[in-house]
C-alpha cells in the first residue's frame, strides 16, 4: 500500500478505507496552514519527527533544539506545510514580514511544555494572540498542552484548567472574550498528540462535512461502528463520521495501518504504468484491502480505493 495516500476505519466491524490522492504540489509552493511554536525545549521538535517522519519517541530524547524554521510538508486531501519556529524566534518583530508568515495561515500551534515552568509561555502566547485578533482574527489557535505522560491524571487536569483560566482571563480583560483558542492534552508516547493533530486540520477543511455525511452513509450502509478517514503516512484522521470517538477504536486503527504499511514495504511490489493504465487488468491488480479479525468477534477492515 502506497503511504502517501489516505485511510479510513472502524471497530465493531472496524473499516480501514485507503483513498488515492492527487498528484503531489511542488513542495515550495504548498500552502502554509499551520505554524508550530512555543518555548525552546518543550517538544515543537520531537512532535513534528514523530508525526511527520514515523521517528520512535526515546529517540527523539536526542534531538538538539530548533535553530532555523523548519517545514513539513503533508499531502493529502489538502496539502500543507507545518512550519516550525524555532522558542528564541520573535516573530511579531518588526524585522520580520508579519504579513508573508500569517497571510495564509490558518492555525498557529503553540506548544506549552507542562512540566516546566510555564508562566512566561503564557504571557507570550496572550501577546502573540492580542496582536493577531487585530491583523488576523480568523488564525485558530491550538495551544498544545504538551509532555503530560508523566503527569498523575488529577495533576494533568489541574494544569490544563489553570493554564486555560490565565489565558482566558487576560484575553478577557483586552475585551477579546471569544478568540479562537482550543486547548489539547499531548505527549508523543501516546496517541493523543495524532488525536490533537487531527482535530486541528479537520478545522481546515472545507468539505469536511461532506466527508462526515458520506462515512455516516458507509457506517449505516456497511454497518459498521465506527470509520475513521485517515492520512496513512502520518496517522492523522481526516475525517471521521459523527458518532462520538473513542481513544481505543483510533489506536487499534493507527496501530494497524502501521503493520500494513510496514508488511507492504516488505511483500510489496511496484505496478508496471502500463498495468496501471490498461482497464482489462483492472480487476486483477485491485487496490489493497485487508481484514483481520479482533477479539470478541470485531473485524478491522482496511481498502484502498482511487
Known amino acids: 500500500m502506497d503511504p502517501n495516500h489516505t485511510a479510513v476505519a472502524a471497530p465493531g466491524r472496524l473499516a480501514t478505507t485507503t483513498v488515492r490522492t492527487r498528484p503531489h504540489a511542488a513542495p515550495d ?3 502554509l496552514l499551520m505554524a508550530s511554536r512555543g518555548e525552546d525545549r518543550s517538544g515543537k521538535t520531537s512532535i513534528s519527527s514523530v508525526v511527520f517522519h514515523k521517528m520512535p519517541p526515546p529517540e527523539t530524547l536526542f534531538l538538539e533544539s530548533t535553530s532555523r524554521i523548519q517545514k513539513d510538508s503533508m499531502h493529502s486531501f489538502m496539502d500543507f506545510q507545518v512550519w516550525d519556529f524555532p522558542g528564541q524566534l520573535d516573530f511579531l518583530d518588526p524585522q520580520f514580514d508579519v504579513d508573508n508568515i500569517f497571510g495564509e495561515i490558518g492555525a498557529l500551534i503553540w506548544v506549552i511544555d507542562a512540566q516546566d515552568e510555564y508562566l512566561d509561555a503564557i ?26 505522560d508523566g503527569l498523575s491524571e488529577d495533576y494533568k487536569f489541574d494544569i490544563q484548567r489553570d493554564i486555560i483560566q490565565r489565558i482566558q482571563d487576560e484575553l478577557s480583560d483586552a475585551g477579546y472574550d471569544n478568540a479562537p483558542v482550543n486547548f489539547h492534552l499531548t505527549s508523543i508516547y501516546d496517541h493523543s498528540i495524532f488525536e490533537a493533530f487531527s482535530k486541528v486540520i479537520q478545522k481546515l477543511i472545507p468539505q469536511l462535512p461532506t466527508l462526515e455525511n458520506l462515512l455516516n452513509l458507509l457506517c449505516s450502509n456497511c454497518h459498521m461502528d465506527k470509520t475513521f478517514l485517515f492520512d496513512v503516512l502520518s496517522k492523522i484522521y ?5 458518532s462520538p470517538v473513542d481513544m481505543p477504536s483510533y489506536e487499534v486503527c493507527s496501530d494497524y495501518i502501521d503493520v500494513i ?11 508496471p504504468q502500463e498495468v496501471l493504465d490498461d482497464p482489462w487488468r483492472e480487476k486483477a491488480l485491485p487496490d489493497a484491502e485487508s481484514t483481520i479479525l479482533l477479539y470478541s468477534n470485531r473485524y478491522l477492515y482496511l481498502r484502498e480505493i482511487n
Not at 238 to 242: F, G, L, V, W, Y
Open 29 to 31: 509552493r504548498l500552502p
Open 261 to 271: 504499511v510496514d508488511v507492504s514495504e516488505i511483500y510489496g511490489w511496484d505496478r
Open 123 to 148: 504571557n507570550r502566547l496572550n501577546t502573540t494572540i492580542l496582536n493577531l485578533q487585530q491583523t488576523y482574527p480568523l488564525i485558530n489557535i491550538e495551544v498544545f498542552i504538551h509532555k503530560v
Open 238 to 242: 481526516i475525517a471521521t463520521d459523527t
